[in-house]
């Protein structure tokens, strides 16, 4: 029951262009900022977008091939599809919005109302069958979506943001029955969203989506331990730098700077430092660290103890420092410092 | 087809009757044919009122309801639709539903039309009294003779025109 697809979507300024596989019982993640294209992906998975190249493979059933001139409607895919607005109907009942499924399929009024009855046990809100979409929090609604999605036993479940709606507090506890919900589907499911977190807990695999082409794709641990775009190193919150590598010496693309690292590197290089490794003094440091650059501080984010030191200089890096020791050194934008990094502390992969 | 439709909200009443009896009456081929094969005759009769209003009080249904089903989120209905619905079934559970605030609103305003109705109906049916005599025609008729009778008619067609509005105003005074 696994997913198989190659999508190509030609839509204003968008080209999609993306590959999307997943076994059956995965949860794929499509991480991306605005725009990227993630919608679209579900969309033409969900046949509300047709392909203009490539096609889409679920369950060994063909969906959607323009070469092949195939294409199945999406009352016939067999594809649970929860909007980023979740879009209860209005005017049924919440019980009558999980049967809504299995009533359009044929099934009695009574049996699908039973169906769903046991489908809102499961998410814990059989005490508002009777009432209106209207009368539920939003993480109440959310967990309706899902159960109306669900109930049918679709081969693929596709979710559009799925947390992005709930306030702060509800997130983190949705999140959690989220992933509860999803470990019993036997499908696959692909959700999009652009917070790293929903993806950390959610997901196994992972497609980083930038302008419509993945940037990077794989497990999950993979992409996270070798970021390969500046937009999934912001994401970890990591120093990700991109250079020549000759021996221990990493020369830097853009900036002119050069990283000494632990492990000898040839050709094209990843470096990452992680934020915490970094060290900043007000003089030039003499010690063991054999990376100090000077560097001029641009800004500062505060991060509950922690505070977030944002870098220019040959090396651009974000150092991460307690609120204590930024006191002690006294910065502000503007201040000029070294900044210091072991060797050791430098991770490298080939680019 | 649209304008179709609307034509009769900007033809002047009588125009439309005028139109009614050409296409309709037993002279004309339609008015004929119907007349021949069901022996049906519209002009001067009760089924001849009712195609003269719902002439002139159809674009009043038409356009409430065709702004309705324009302003239908149609996300609802892919959301219906990948949750395995035909689209007979979403039109039927899902559209139909959400528009029928606007097809009772529609369906009101094209009475109350029909209801105060002058000109097309004389000109088309007549004013025979119990067979095609409306409460505006007989109005007219009373305010030559029996004055009082005139009044209390006009008020009873005040009074329901103060009800609908009344009624309505959620649904059509306040959106435009």
Redesign the interface.
Known sequence: MSLDARLEVRLGSLALDVDVQADAGTVLAVLGPNGAGKTTILRALAGLQPLAGGAIELAGRVLDDPQAGTFVAPEHRRVGFVHQDLLLFPHLSVLDNVAFGPRSNGTSKVASRAEARVWLERVGLEAYANERPKALSGGQAQRVALARALVGHPDLLLLDEPLSALDVGTRAATRRDLHRHLADFAGVTVVVTHDPLDALVLAQDVVVLEDGVASQSGALAEVTARPRSRYVADLLGTNLLRGEGRGHVVALDAEGGAVEVAEAVDGPTFATISPSAVTLHLRAPEGSARNAWPATVTDLDLLGERVRVHLDGPVPLVAEITAASLAALALGPGSAVWATVKATEVATYPA | MRGLVLLPMVLPPVVGGVALISAFSLRSPIGGWLHDVFGLQLTFSTKGVVLAEVFVAMPFYVITVEAALRNV?Q??E?????????RF?VFR??TL??V?PSVGAGAVLAWARALGEFGATITFAGNIVGRTQTLPLAVYLKLEGDGEAAIALSLVLLLVSFVVLVGLRDKWLVRA
Do not use: F, H, K, N
């Open positions: 989120d996300r609802y892919q959301v219906a639709a990948s949750l395995g619905a035909s079934t559970r899902v539903p959400m029928a």
